[in-house]
């Protein structure tokens, strides 16, 4: 049971009376602040708790895509550079993350 499932279960009996506990008490026992708890009880109240955070198994927006890799190991694969010059001159990415590509491709 995660924390977020433990205190909707804790407000969800405060709510129905079956429990006498406070927000101070559920706030030391799940870890979250007070002020979060009232907006969870707003969300149970109004039926729009949702347990699952919304970007959950979403692709992040900056994500370099498989073509763009493959440009990056081929055009490394020709130059005849260091990688510290060979990010100045694809400035399009940093240098961490063609380093990353790079050394996913096994050419580090």
Do not use: Q
């Amino acid at each position: 049971m995660t924390r977020k499932e433990e205190a909707v279960e804790l407000m969800k009996k405060v709510m129905t009376g079956e429990s006498y506990l406070t927000y101070k008490e559920i706030a030391k026992i799940t870890g979250y602040h007070e002020k979060y708890l009232l907006k969870l009880k707003k969300d149970l109240e109004s039926g729009n708790i949702s347990l699952i955070h919304g970007n959950t198994n979403r692709k992040p927006a900056n994500t370099i895509t498989e073509e763009e890799k493959e440009y990056i190991i081929n055009l490394y694969k020709r130059s005849n550079t260091t990688i510290r010059k060979f990010c100045k001159f694809y400035a399009k990415r940093s240098y961490s993350c063609i380093w990353h590509v790079l050394k996913e491709a096994g050419l580090i």
